[in-house]
């Protein structure tokens, strides 16, 4: 019902931004709430970022003061700014949307690949 395309990602050196998007098609978006989790070899996966159908959001601290989630809702898109990268931020990030009135409502982007170099 709901597919999520994913861009942004790619190389980025130590101390350097990037931002990635998630859009949304296929049904409401504003009810839904999103989130960001990334994954890098032989680590478990990791919720990084959530914002809430109501616009409120919580981090990880790993990631608290660096990264920022925000989403708009008439481009039926969340983005995920990341400040400050560091090496430990490597890893293949996730888009996830999940209706909260609606349990089997979850869906997952595709992933993209953040590399931060050195």
């Known amino acids: 019902q709901v597919q999520l395309v994913q861009s942004g990602g790619g190389l980025v050196q130590s101390g350097g931004s990037l931002t990635l998007s998630c859009a949304a098609s296929?049904?409401?978006?504003?009810?839904?709430?999103i989130g960001w989790a990334r994954q890098a070899p032989g680590k478990q996966r990791e919720l990084v970022a959530v914002?809430?159908?109501?616009?409120?959001?919580n981090y990880a601290d790993s990631v608290k003061g660096r990264f920022t989630i925000s989403r708009d809702n008439a481009k039926s898109t969340v983005y995920l700014q990341m400040n400050s990268l560091k090496p430990e931020d490597t890893a293949v990030y996730y888009c996830?949307?999940?209706?909260?009135?609606?349990?089997?409502?979850?869906?997952w982007g595709q992933g993209t690949q953040v590399t931060v170099s050195s």
């Open positions: 996830n949307a999940k209706n909260p009135s609606r349990r089997m409502d979850d869906y």
């Open positions: 914002i809430r159908s109501g616009g409120t959001t």
């Open positions: 296929g049904s409401i978006f504003s009810i839904y709430n």
